[in-house]
């Protein structure tokens, strides 16, 4: 069982060692411990048996273990206050009007990896969960059209293909029309599914084989990758060695989403066996009023102040919330006027 004393001593080995990266030895401890140094040497030995410290062989001081950094996210952290320096950065990062939600989202990845010098990601409500509010099938010339979607968070999202040989600009309104009256305000995940099931059988009302096939086909490319996350993120430079998975927006997205499927606030992980090796991902979820939930994401070394890294991804949150706030209140109000 560890004591408050323990407690206490893993909590500043793991905060000193975030600011001067070298072992710490129990003389370190000594200001802030009040106890001997006889007990905090015990004390530290406990706690490496416990496997929260451990000993590097360079030096007879302590560094904090996987273990140690779990138990303390778990049971010790608490958020510390920010200052008004760091308050003032964030407020006026988001300072002035935004009129495109990736601008929101995107300023919060800037403003997180400026403060918090780590790389950073956003996402916006899961897609899966959103709903599609508007479709448009734009014809831009005889070959050519643009599909447009309204997602239920704002994001609008394009797809352009070709329009096959067996199909004119009527079939295209029999199309759009299939989608308004079949597909309109369903949830994304949802439409995945009618898209297999639903619609050919639609389809094959409305058109003659072959046709039929073609049509279908159309519907597989305007839908193709409805489902995909879009990233947004920033700083992805300071983690050259592993440019690779940061590269790779899906399996970013994917991992985010994993770590943080549950009804916490906040997540850390430390998995080996995740794409972020060797890294610690740090989330938070922010509220996008009256649609869901969105999530900051940082990733950087194990060894971080995580005190302050989660208080300004909060403070982060808070704002980027406030501003979400104006923003659907304004989008609102100017939709219920239109319609």
Known sequence: MITERQKEILELIISLYAHEHTP?????????????SATIRNDMKALEEMGLIQKEH???????????????????????????SELF??????????????????????????LSGL??????????????????LVLIDAHSVLAIFTLSTGEVRTNQFVLPRSLSENDLLIIKRI??????????????????????????????????SDVLRVFEVIFDKILDENVISAGKEKLLDHSQIFTNDLLIAQEIRQVTDNDELRTVEFDDASVFNGLSLIAQKFLIPYRGLGTLALVGPIELDYRRVMSLMDLTAK?????????????????????
């Not at 601008?103 to 400026?114: P, Q």
């Not at 790389?119 to 448009?136: A, G, H």
């Open 24 to 36: 710490i030895g129990s003389k370190s401890l000594l200001d802030s411990v009040k106890a001997s």
């Open 58 to 84: 360079t030096s007879s001081g302590r560094i904090p273990s996987i273990a140690g950094y779990q138990y303390y996210v778990k049971n010790n952290l608490q958020l510390e206050k920010t200052s008004e």
């Open 89 to 114: 950065q964030v407020m006026k990062a988001f300072d002035g009007e935004f009129v495109r939600l990736s601008d929101l989202l995107e300023t919060a990845a800037k403003t997180l990896t400026h």
């Open 119 to 136: 790389t950073s990601f956003v996402l916006n409500v899961p897609q899966k969960q959103q709903e599609l509010i508007n479709f448009e």
């Open 179 to 212: 989608v308004t009256e079949r597909l309109l305000g369903k949830r994304i995940l949802d439409i995945h599914y009618s898209l297999r099931t639903e619609i050919p059988q639609i389809v094959s009302s409305y058109f003659v084989s072959p046709t039929t």
């Open 319 to 339: 704002v980027l919330t406030m501003k979400l706030t104006d923003y659907y209140r304004y989008l609102d109000g100017n939709h219920y006027e239109i319609h």
